[in-house]
């Protein structure tokens, strides 16, 4: 079955960096598109970033642009989110996500697996 773990959330100050990791099993990573969202203390889910399924194109939200990277490790099932200038906004739960094909897309309704998130807090 398709299993989502991310990992590498934690306490952050204002300005540092964290880096989450996803790893993926139970289906063909390499053939799917993979996208990070977050959900902030009594808000909706926001999508953060995606990217193509062989890593060849990436997208990110207006919030995190220039900030946020996101990669993939095709041969280590592996989808990372480097976050960098962290802000006390990004303070969140942060979710990957698998989508429905190889195409990137930034419409949450799209992604038909999630994990169980990683705890991000951004305070000083």
């Known amino acids: 079955q398709v299993q989502l773990v991310e990992s590498g959330g934690g306490l952050a100050q204002p300005g540092g960096s964290l880096r989450l990791s996803c790893a993926a099993s139970?289906?063909?990573?390499?053939?799917?598109?993979m996208s990070w969202a977050r959900q902030a203390p009594g808000k909706g889910l926001e999508w953060v970033s995606a990217i193509y399924s062989d890593g060849s194109d990436t997208y990110y939200a207006d919030s995190v642009k220039g900030r946020f990277t996101i990669s993939r490790d095709n041969a280590k099932n592996t989808v990372y989110l480097q976050m960098n200038s962290l802000k006390p906004e990004d303070t969140a739960l942060y979710f990957c996500a698998k989508g429905g094909g190889r195409k990137a897309t930034m419409r949450l309704n799209e992604y038909d697996y999630w994990g169980q998130g990683t705890q991000v807090t951004v305070s000083s």
């Open positions: 139970g289906f063909t990573f390499s053939s799917y598109a």
